[in-house]
């Protein structure tokens, strides 16, 4: 999985591709767990991402936790499989998806 | 610090000596010279004044003797002077006695009243009591003691000067005077009542009157009385002789014993009769009124005795009595008259003292300022001298220095030029020698050097040559994934002695080497080459390994000159089996590891050495290793690293690190054992070779069931899993989607099993597909030996809960569940299993 990063002031614009899952949702939450801070505005953009995995789903959650309480997180360009992963997790609930 | 030329340290140290010299002798020689002075000063003042003394003593007892002396004899003179007039007039009252006793025999002769045409001329004159006398009556008296005539004039004559009248007064009352002076005496003159008539009738001797002024105007009288006695023995009248005071006692009033002294006569009431300050005007100062003289002197005065007497008042009193009138003489003479002279001496003896000091004085001085010129001269000199020998000292070094220098700025074949023989001398010829052994020795240092570089070259380029022959590329073979291998060579020399190596024998079939050549350097580089080339050239497929290392020996020992021997470890793994054939020549014990567990050391039988004996068997052993087991090798330039106390790095050592890094991939493994050789060896030289070899079996080849795939469950794993059966399934045409299912279904249940079935270690895991058709359907089997685990047995998480409330364990098996079409799991001969169907045809 690549990373692709634009920061912004207080924007943060995270653009993922490949595959979210076991071995490759660590380097997210480290991407997420030095980056946060100060950030209001997060967006992740799923466009290049092929599915992900429940440990995708943990480190979505956490991050929505802490941008829960610092501002906002917004998920675009999420496909289909993802979708249905989400949907099936009650994650659509959770997660602001654009 | 501030630099001192040795030339100012000469110059100033004997500047020091010098002056230190100088002002001590000066001092001692100028306390000298006071102490003289003042020894000279004193005793000399002493002197005077003992002179003084002594001298003013010598005076004063000489002086109280002249003045005893002189007053006696002064004493005696007055005293005979009035025993010769006491004497006269004694011989007139005699003739007087004798005219009394016989008229007869006498003429009687006239004598006139006063007449003024006889004066000048000794004549005897009658004079009367008073008008009462009858003159007739007395006629015959007068007419007899005129005789007297006779023995008054010849004494008259003879004592003119002292003299002025002789004469008789009876009681009969008539009075016969005999002088010069007719015309003072009287008609008439009552001498009845005079002191004198009085006096000499009372004592009935010879008297002397006190001095008087004489009633007829002579001048200061004194008289000389005595009474007369008729032929009857009656008195009958005084016979007198008037002395003039000032012929009389002119020896009194001469007496002169110095400067303020004087003479004067006492009688014997204490009264001053004759002195030279008198006022004769009938008063008389007696000397025992407390005002006039010194009580003792007064007392001793009227002691009629003769001495002489200190006053208190600084006065000296002489005196002696005179016994013809009962009187005494006395000399008044000042004390400091006396001891004048004395004191003189003592005055003058201080004077030249002092003006001997003065003289000293100013000679000293003048000496102290010769003197003081002479010591800055002196110290001009010594500067001078000493500038000009510190000169003398120091310039000769300087020119060393700058010999020196020049050799030390490279001009070795500088010669410092030797003009002294003495230590700086020396030391030139010292710098020159020096100068030319360096020039030597860095001449064939220079060339040894050149010689050293060569070789230096040579060995860098046999070096590059060695690790070129030993597999350095890794991963040596990125296709195959059925193992790993790393390995690593550090020599201790630029060329070492031990060597690995790993090679394919054939498709299936890995060979790996690990060995160490007696002995280091370039001749152990050398059959190391001959080693590797002929264990591997014997390494062939299906050979056994026990017969390789006979050839390998055998050939070995043909052409081993140099006695070396080498220690061999090979193995060849069976990619398809996970059989591990090996053999062992001499070398250490592999390390094991299995999958999830620790490494150990593996005992091996050990043959001998090869090139060691020509005949030596060696026997090949086998072991099995299962996927995810690991291998390691290594020299004992490993476990003999030595640290700065000698101790080893020893087995216990190796075997910790090696389990403290049990999961790490021989990539890690290898360099962290490194580390911790490093860290324990610290700064301590490294003595041998360390080589290392880890060879990982990752999974077996699957020659006959290419739909199962065993792997270490690790979650690096993961995409082997999901390529293994992404490609099955690309065979049966799957739907996108589908795949995608399956590829998360694998990532939940084959990273649950890496992360939790063997958790802490690791262990194989399997992943079997199996196809079904009608309907076609997929069936993915996962299978593992760790801890059973039911993940179906746990509630499916609340998919409604908000962000907060959300826990996200169970959520990957919960989305397996939702997107596989059937989930099984059961525990069967100590294995997890868990299968998932997907239909693939709607």
């Not at chain 1, 802490?66 to 992963?85: A, D, F, L």
């Not at chain 2, 002789?166 to 005077?177: H, P």
Request: glycine content about 8%; aromatic content about 8%.
């Amino acid at each position: 999985m690549t990373i692709t990063k634009e920061l912004n002031g207080s924007s943060l614009s995270l653009a993922l591709a490949g595959r979210l899952d076991t071995a490759t949702a660590p380097q997210l939450e480290a991407e997420l767990k030095q980056s946060l801070a100060g950030v209001t505005d997060l967006t992740l953009d799923f466009a290049g991402l092929e599915y992900l995995s429940s440990a995708g789903l943990r480190v979505l959650l956490g991050a929505q936790k802490t941008m829960g309480r610092q501002g906002t997180m917004v998920i675009r360009n999420v496909n289909e499989t993802i979708m249905e992963i989400f949907e099936v997790t009650g994650f659509v609930d959770i997660l602001t998806i654009q | 610090m501030k630099r001192r030329p040795i030339r100012r340290q000469v110059q100033r140290m004997v500047l020091v000596l010098c002056v230190a010299a100088l002002v001590l002798t000066g001092l001692l020689w100028a306390g000298s010279l006071f102490t003289l002075r003042d020894t000279v000063q004193r005793d000399n003042r002493g002197l005077g004044g003992s002179a003084a003394d002594a001298g003013g003593e010598a005076l004063l007892a000489q002086m109280e003797q002249n003045l005893y002396k002189g007053v006696r004899s002064e004493a005696a003179v007055v005293d005979e002077k009035l025993e010769r007039y006491a004497g006269y007039v004694r011989d007139f009252v005699f003739y007087a006695r004798r005219l009394y006793e016989e008229p007869e025999a006498y003429v009687p002769k006239e004598v006139l009243p006063p007449d003024a045409e006889s004066q000048y001329t000794y004549t005897m004159q009658l004079v009367l009591r008073d008008e009462t006398v009858d003159e007739q009556a007395l006629q015959d008296e007068v007419g007899l003691l005129a005789n007297l005539v006779h023995i008054w004039q010849p004494v008259m004559t003879g004592e003119k000067e002292t003299i002025a009248s002789i004469y008789l007064c009876t009681e009969s009352g008539f009075m016969i005077n005999y002088d010069e002076r007719s015309d003072l005496t009287p008609e008439y003159f009552d001498y009845t009542g005079s002191s004198w008539y009085q006096a000499a009738r009372n004592a009935g001797r010879v008297i002397f009157t006190v001095p008087y002024m004489d009633t007829f105007g002579r001048g200061l009288m004194l008289t000389c009385a005595a009474p007369m006695f008729n032929a009857a023995g009656r008195f009958s009248g005084v016979m007198c002789i008037d002395m003039m005071v000032e012929d009389m006692c002119r020896s009194v009033l001469d007496i002169n014993f110095g400067a303020g002294s004087y003479g004067f006569l006492v009688d014997g009431e204490g009264d001053i009769i004759v002195s030279p300050q008198m006022n004769y005007d009938g008063t008389f100062e007696n000397v025992r009124d407390p005002d006039c003289l010194a009580h003792e002197a007064a007392r001793n005065i009227m002691g009629s005795t003769a001495g002489v007497t200190p006053t208190s008042g600084g006065l000296y009193y002489a005196y002696a009595p005179i016994d013809a009138a009962n009187w005494a003489l006395v000399i008044h003479v000042p004390a400091d008259m006396v001891t004048a002279p004395a004191e003189d001496i003592r005055t003058d003896i201080t004077a030249r003292t002092d003006a001997t000091a003065g003289v000293m004085d100013e000679s000293i001085l003048r000496t102290g300022i010769i003197s003081l010129v002479i010591f800055f001269l002196i110290v001009g000199a010594v500067v001078a001298v000493s500038g000009s020998f510190s000169r003398h000292l120091t310039g000769p070094l300087l020119e060393l220095r700058e010999d020196v220098e020049h050799i030390s700025s490279g001009d070795l074949t500088h010669q410092a030029a030797v003009r002294r023989n003495d230590e700086i001398g020396d030391l030139a010829g010292a710098f020159n020698a020096m100068a030319s052994s360096l020039d030597s020795y860095i001449k064939d240092l220079t060339a040894v050097t050149a010689e050293k570089e060569r070789i230096g070259a040579e060995l860098d380029i046999a070096t590059h040559i060695q690790a070129s022959m030993l597999p350095c590329i890794f991963p040596p073979f990125p296709d195959r994934k059925e193992f790993d291998i790393f390995a690593s060579m550090d020599p201790a020399k630029e060329v070492g002695g031990d060597f690995y190596d790993f090679f394919m024998v054939d498709d299936t079939h890995l060979a790996v080497v690990v060995a160490d050549v007696s002995g280091k350097g370039v001749p152990a580089a050398l059959f190391m080459v001959i080693g590797k080339t002929l264990i591997k050239d014997h390494t062939t497929p299906g050979r056994d390994l026990g017969e390789v290392f006979m050839e390998v020996n055998r050939l070995l020992c043909e052409g081993n000159s140099e006695e070396m021997f080498i220690t061999a470890f090979e193995g060849v793994l069976d990619l398809e089996t996970g059989e591990l054939r090996f053999v062992n020549a001499g070398h250490e014990m592999p390390f094991i590891c299995p999958a999830g567990g620790r490494y150990e050391p593996r005992k091996v039988r050990p043959g001998f050495v090869l090139a060691g004996m020509e005949t030596t068997r060696y026997r090949m052993g086998t072991m099995t290793l299962q996927p995810g087991d690991r291998l390691f090798q290594y020299t004992d330039g490993v476990t003999e690293a030595t640290n700065a106390k000698n101790e080893l790095y020893g087995m216990e050592r190796l075997e910790a690190v090696l389990n403290r890094n049990v999961n790490a991939a021989p990539g890690e493994l290898l360099p962290a054992v490194k580390a911790d050789i490093d860290d324990f060896v610290g700064d301590a030289p490294q003595f041998d070779d360390i080589t290392m070899l880890c060879l990982e079996f990752k999974q077996m080849m699957n020659a006959s069931d290419p739909n199962e795939l065993t792997v270490q469950a690790a979650v690096e794993n993961i995409p082997a899993v999901t390529d293994f059966v992404n490609e099955r399934l690309e065979a049966l045409d799957c739907p996108v989607k589908a795949q995608m299912q399956i590829d998360v279904a694998i990532d939940e249940l084959f990273g649950n099993i890496a992360q939790y079935a063997y958790d802490p270690a690791t262990g194989p895991a399997t992943v079997r597909v199996d196809v079904e058709d009608d309907p076609l359907a997929v069936r993915i089997t996962f299978i593992d030996q760790g801890k059973p685990y039911d993940p179906l047995a746990r509630a499916d998480p609340d998919v409604t809960l908000s962000a907060e409330e959300r826990q996200i364990g169970g959520l990957g098996i919960f989305m397996v569940k939702k997107t596989m079409d059937d989930v099984k799991y059961e525990y069967r001969d100590g294995q997890n299993i868990l299968t998932v169907k997907k239909r693939l045809a709607p």
